[in-house]
């Protein structure tokens, strides 16, 4: 890797456009939404039983758009039952986006929110600092597990931080979709990434295993519109390379020779639909 190629994740600002326009060309959204609809009451259908109240903890909930969706499921199969929402997330933007969505929507009387503007890793260590392990009835980290230095821990950490009954949900990438097959192949350019960029859904299930944590396994099947990738110069086309590739001006900051690689690698039909140009991300 050349010096001057650094993780997208170390400019906030473009990380947000890129994530933003991620979700423009996605069905990311979609499917989560499909997701929490027919699975998770199915998944919170105990953690409040016989509780006067229950606390949620989301990790690196962004704007709260997914935040809310699943504490409206949580209502509904609680009705009138106090929740405590914690929401862990280091974009002070994204937690004023958060606020505003919480201030425009109805129904939310019986949630209390407390926002923690820092990482995950932050999180943690305030809690061990105190000494004073809140306990959580339901833990969500969707797609943040690539930004934690050690993944192990990190899932070690909040699994215990579950309550009697608790659930804590990860959604991460498909050890068998098209961004692994990408990954597979261009790891080794991540390599002095202060992230974890790469894990899959197969390294947590082999985590999840030494540990001898009982999980279950769900499929969200989610494309991205990649066809501006491939138009030279393009504004668009570079953020979502810069995504796909977790790195900051990935199109002018890395060997041309490598630009080109990825770009047919891209083209492939193990990374993608020819005829659509879409990526799988389950």
Request: aromatic share 10%; net charge negative; proline share 3%.
């Amino acid at each position: 890797m050349t010096s001057s190629m650094r993780s997208l994740y170390s400019d906030k600002s473009r990380y947000l456009k890129a994530f933003r326009l991620f979700l423009e060309r996605s069905t990311e959204h979609e499917c989560m939404q499909e997701f929490i609809e027919k699975e998770l009451p199915t998944i919170i259908s105990s953690i409040g039983r016989e509780k006067s109240s229950i606390n949620v903890l989301g990790v690196g909930s962004g704007a709260g758009e997914i935040d809310l969706k699943m504490l409206s499921q949580i209502q509904a199969h609680y009705p009138g039952v106090p929740i405590n929402n914690d929401v862990v997330e280091p974009s002070s933007d994204q937690i004023t986006n958060y606020k505003e969505l919480v201030a425009k929507t109805s129904n939310l009387g019986n949630i209390s929110f407390t926002w923690h503007n820092k990482t995950s890793t932050e999180f943690e260590n305030e809690i061990l600092e105190k000494k004073e392990e809140k306990k959580y009835d339901f833990i969500h980290m969707i797609q943040m597990i690539y930004y934690v230095k050690d993944v192990s821990n990190t899932v070690k950490f909040f699994k215990n931080l579950l309550a009697p009954n608790g659930k804590l949900l990860i959604i991460l990438i498909s050890g068998n979709s098209g961004w692994d097959t990408l990954w597979k192949k261009y790891c080794q350019y991540f390599a002095s990434y202060d992230i974890c960029s790469t894990i899959t859904s197969f390294d947590l299930r082999k985590i999840l295993d030494v540990e001898g944590a009982k999980y279950e396994q769900y499929k969200l099947p989610s494309v991205m519109d990649i066809s501006e990738c491939f138009i030279q110069g393009n504004r668009n086309g570079e953020l979502l390379v810069d995504f796909l590739m977790e790195t900051h001006n990935f199109c002018t900051t890395a060997p041309t020779h490598l630009v080109e690689a990825l770009l047919e690698d891209l083209k492939l039909p193990g990374c993608s639909d020819k005829k659509d140009g879409k990526i799988g991300r389950a």
